[in-house]
Antibody, heavy 122, light 107 residues
Framework: DVQLVESGGGLVQPGGSLRLSCAAS????????MNWVRQASGKGLEWVAS????????NYVDSVKGRFTISRDNAKNSLYLQMNSLRAEDTAVYYC???????????????WGQGTLVTVSS | AIQMTQAPSSLSASVGDRVTITCRAS??????LGWYQQKPGKAPKLLIY???RLHSGVPSRFSGSGSGTDFTLTISSLQPEDFATYYC?????????FGPGTKVDIQ
């Protein structure tokens, strides 16, 4: 079974840094685009970042550009999100997601982790 | 960025009801749209991808339609386990964007 397990969340002061990890198992990690999505308490979902199979292409939502860095280690089946210059508005549950490709341009976010909570507060 | 809207923002329905949720994109996204169900305290789950393809294991009472800018999620006969919040998301263009969600609760 596909499994994604996030870790690394916690309480951090504004301006601080945190590194999230996502451990993948049950599939060939190096064959998939991977993503981070976040959700503030009681709010909707916000896509944060994505990374190509070999790490050669990365995309970010404007609100985190220059502050967050997505990366991966295919040898360790792990996805990361380095978060710097954190702000109160970054407070959210962060989910790791797999982007599956079915062919003919058809994709989905078919597998999600359970999420890890990041709280930015003094 | 492509803006996604959903209607209604919430609805009350009874078991057995037919429920329809709409999602609109601010520009054409072909059929690059997915629907997700989320229950409180849980991660979202994939229901429909590429606008109309039913994800493996999802009951056939869920269906999706649409292309371009207008999309629909239909639950043909609402079941007790379907009370949840539903989100659409476009993955045609970066940044990928979610709709604000539709909360379905018990009437």
């Amino acid at each position: 079974d596909v499994q994604l397990v996030e870790s690394g969340g916690g309480l951090v002061q504004p301006g601080g840094s945190l590194r999230l990890s996502c451990a993948a198992s049950g599939f060939t990690f190096s064959s998939y685009w991977m993503n981070w999505v976040r959700q503030a308490s009681g709010k909707g979902l916000e896509w944060v970042a994505s990374i190509k199979q070999d790490g050669s292409e990365k995309n970010y939502v404007d609100s985190v550009k220059g502050r967050f860095t997505i990366s991966r280690d295919n040898a360790k089946n792990s996805l990361y999100l380095q978060m710097n210059s954190l702000r109160a508005e970054d407070t959210a549950v962060y989910y790791c997601m797999r982007r599956n490709y079915y062919g003919s341009g058809s994709y989905s976010f078919d597998s999600w982790g359970q999420g890890t909570l990041v709280t930015v507060s003094s | 960025a492509i803006q996604m809207t959903q209607a209604p923002s919430s609805l009350s329905a009874s078991v057995g009801d037919r429920v329809t949720i709409t999602c609109r994109a601010s520009q054409g996204i072909k059929n690059d749209l997915g629907w997700y169900q989320q229950k409180p305290g849980k991660a979202p789950k994939l229901l429909i991808y590429t606008a109309s393809r039913l994800h493996s294991g999802v009951p056939s009472r869920f269906s999706g339609s649409g292309s371009g800018t207008d999309f629909t999620l239909t639950i043909s006969s609402l079941q007790p386990e379907d009370f949840a919040t539903y989100y659409c998301v476009q993955d045609n263009n970066y940044p990928f964007t979610f709709g604000p969600g539709t909360k379905v609760d018990i009437q």
